[in-house]
């Protein structure tokens, strides 16, 4: 029997992972280590079918085809919708006796389109991957309640029962890890005073949500704010974020805009910020609250879907609708005596990690005695 993990996603990827291919990453790191004949393969659309994966240096190429046998197993925790021979092929591995396992991050484009750059029908394209892909699992995992109970509504209209989908909790720690040496940021001096918020630059994440409570805060507090620190790659729909910020006088130099930190950045500016915000309108997880409180930091995230599971308390939550209320959350932390030096000594004292590791081995274990069981 072996274990095959996909890891498409990840092959031609650029830059820093983040968002799934970090996910696939790190579940590639730490399951090659746990899982006895583990194997790394990825789809070719234009062959139809599913290859091994060699690396050459730290690049990614597809090999031979592979031979997979009854009673192997297949696991992806990939964006498998980007690949339109997929299920297909998946479908064909069924039948010879393959074991199909998925992990699902949620189905967002299919509840808010609107998000999305193709709109409605990307939603519906999505929504049909899902309803494809349910069909096809032997097991599934997701990655918060929030995602289980959207997908369980969704499939329950299909007579699909996906009530036995498993919740599994990322891991939150970086392959960089924290430090204070100032050699690791380009752009801060040690001792600078920042707030922090990271994602991709898009409407879902709702960073101008942000900049308006700035815009608040610069008349409640002139020339006493810290500055607001904006991470993220450019998405779709993202509301001109830099062009506003270029273009506002308030905000211009008070907020900064960085779409090209590397993970030992992205780990000093959590290690030194102040305390972090996630205004996200809607998300299947929400990493970058995790990650905070792994650096020992407080954030103020939305209270919205999955967001309020990480580690509820000891987040300090805001409306993702309310500018108001985030300028009033952020002003608590920044201008009351003692109460963001106390926010901080909660968080480093009761805040319990998860590592990847951690997440792996559960994936690991789950799959392998649902197989055995069998």
Request: aromatic share 12%.
């Amino acid at each position: 029997m072996s274990f095959y993990f996909d890891y498409s996603t990840m092959v031609g990827w650029e830059g820093t992972p983040t968002g799934i291919p970090r996910t696939v990453y790190y579940l590639a790191q730490e399951l090659s280590g746990l899982v006895d004949d583990f194997k790394l393969v990825a789809i070719n659309d234009n062959l139809g079918s599913f290859h091994l994966v060699e690396f050459t240096g730290e690049k990614a190429t597809l090999k031979e085809k592979v031979d997979f046998q009854a009673g192997d197993i297949f696991f992806s925790a990939g964006a498998n919708w980007a690949f339109a021979c997929y299920n297909t092929e998946i479908r064909r591995l069924k039948e010879i006796g393959v074991k199909y396992a998925q992990l699902f991050y949620d189905i967002i484009p299919e509840l808010f389109p609107y998000f999305y750059k193709d709109g409605i029908g990307f939603g519906d394209y999505i929504g049909n991957w899902v309803d494809q892909t349910v069909t096809l699992c032997d097991q599934s995992f997701s990655i918060s309640e929030c995602t289980k109970k959207d997908i369980v509504l969704r499939s329950n209209k299909l007579g699909v029962d996906m009530s036995g989908m498993q919740v599994i909790r990322l891991g939150d720690d970086f392959v960089a890890s924290p430090s204070d040496n100032a050699e690791y940021c380009k752009r801060y001096t040690q001792g600078e005073r920042f707030i922090l918020c990271v994602g991709t630059l898009e409407i879902r994440k709702n960073q101008v949500a942000l900049l308006h409570a700035y815009r608040i805060l610069s008349q409640r507090h002139p020339s006493l704010l810290p500055k607001l620190v904006l991470v993220g790659r450019k998405g779709w729909i993202d509301s001109e974020v830099a062009f506003q910020v270029a273009n506002d006088r308030d905000l211009n130099g008070l907020v900064d805009v960085i779409t090209d930190a590397s993970d030992i950045e992205l780990s000093w500016l959590y290690s030194n910020c102040l305390f972090t915000l996630f205004p996200a309108l809607y998300e299947g997880w929400g990493l970058p609250i995790a990650e905070s409180l792994w650096h020992g930091k407080p954030c103020i995230s939305s209270n919205s879907s999955s967001m309020v599971e990480i580690a509820p308390e000891l987040t300090i939550f805001a409306s993702p609708y309310s500018v108001e209320n985030w300028a009033d959350q952020i002003e608590a932390l920044l201008f009351e005596p003692g109460k963001l030096a106390e926010q901080t000594e909660k968080v480093i004292r009761e805040y319990v990690p998860t590592e990847w590791r951690d997440t792996a081995a559960t994936i690991k274990d789950m799959i392998l005695k649902s197989v055995q069981s069998e």
